[in-house]
């Protein structure tokens, strides 16, 4: 699995997933980027696609953000994704969240509230509920992890092998970056709203490096914890 800007690649599968886009939490927050939403996440996806040419894209989860209607601008930001992953020549894969109650109002493609990967052994799913799908690997998103090391909160992935049902369990952060991402530091199982946690102590924080291109491991946060 190769980690890359708030979204992950496996190279077997040929699968490129990102969870939490949120899409529309501009127009429903006083925070705006500079160049805008549908900008911003769009030109992040075509370098992620450019970068690793999968042969598919997979959402794990809110792509939207508003629960009872979709606000303007929303439809035409999906489409603008929809087509960056068309023109990349790669299959755009959703599987809904808790958010996504309004999906079929603006999208109509391949939707799996568990989607299993081609490898056989990964499913993808949102992570706000248990799955049914057995499997060696879950890839979920829901929580927004970030961890905060040396008075700096970065997004960061959480890693555990083994930790649900026998299987390893990998948290992505949430895709925009308008989520500000929850401090796992101290967090307990109690506190994690996915029920994929049972153990976060046996979960390692990933992040990625941006400026330096590359992901930074840390270990388990039963044993980081005395550290940060």
């Given at each position: 699995?190769?980690?890359?800007d708030?979204?992950?690649?496996l ?12 899409v ?6 006083n925070v705006e ?5 549908r ?7 075509a ?5 690793v040419?999968p042969?598919?894209?997979v959402?794990?989860g809110?792509?939207?953000q508003?629960?009872?209607h979709?606000p303007?601008?929303?439809?035409e ?12 020549g790669?299959d755009?894969?959703v599987?809904?969240g ?5 999906l079929?109002a ?5 939707t799996?509230d ?5 490898d ?5 799913c949102?992570g706000?509920?248990?799955p049914d799908?057995d499997a060696?690997?879950?890839?979920v998103?829901?929580?927004h992890?970030?961890v905060?090391?040396?008075g ?5 992935y959480?890693v555990g092998e ?13 895709f ?11 967090m307990?199982?109690a506190?994690?709203?996915?029920p994929?946690?049972t153990?976060?102590d046996a979960?390692r924080?990933?992040?990625w490096?941006?400026d330096?291109?590359?992901?930074l ?9 005395s550290f940060?």
């Amino acid at each position: 699995m190769k980690f890359r800007d708030r979204a992950c690649y496996l190279p077997d599968p040929d699968s490129l997933v990102l969870t939490d886009l949120h899409v529309g939490r501009a127009a429903a927050s006083n925070v705006e980027f500079p160049l805008g939403e549908r900008g911003e996440l769009t030109d992040r996806i075509a370098a992620l696609v450019n970068d690793v040419a999968p042969a598919e894209v997979v959402v794990g989860g809110d792509l939207l953000q508003a629960f009872d209607h979709v606000p303007h601008g929303v439809a035409e930001t999906v489409d603008r994704l929809r087509a960056t992953v068309d023109a990349a020549g790669a299959d755009l894969v959703v599987t809904p969240g808790n958010h996504d109650s309004q999906l079929s109002a603006v999208y109509d493609g391949p939707t799996a509230d568990e989607y299993r990967l081609a490898d056989g052994e990964t499913v993808v799913c949102h992570g706000h509920e248990a799955p049914d799908a057995d499997a060696a690997r879950y890839v979920v998103g829901h929580d927004h992890p970030a961890v905060e090391i040396e008075g700096r909160k970065r997004p960061c992935y959480l890693v555990g092998e083994g930790v649900y049902r026998g299987a390893d369990v990998v948290m992505l952060p949430a895709f925009t970056r308008l989520a500000a991402g929850v401090t796992v530091n101290g967090m307990h199982a109690a506190d994690f709203a996915s029920p994929l946690v049972t153990d976060p102590d046996a979960f390692r924080p990933v992040v990625w490096d941006g400026d330096a291109g590359e992901a930074l491991e840390f270990p388990p946060l039963g044993d980081l914890r005395s550290f940060l």
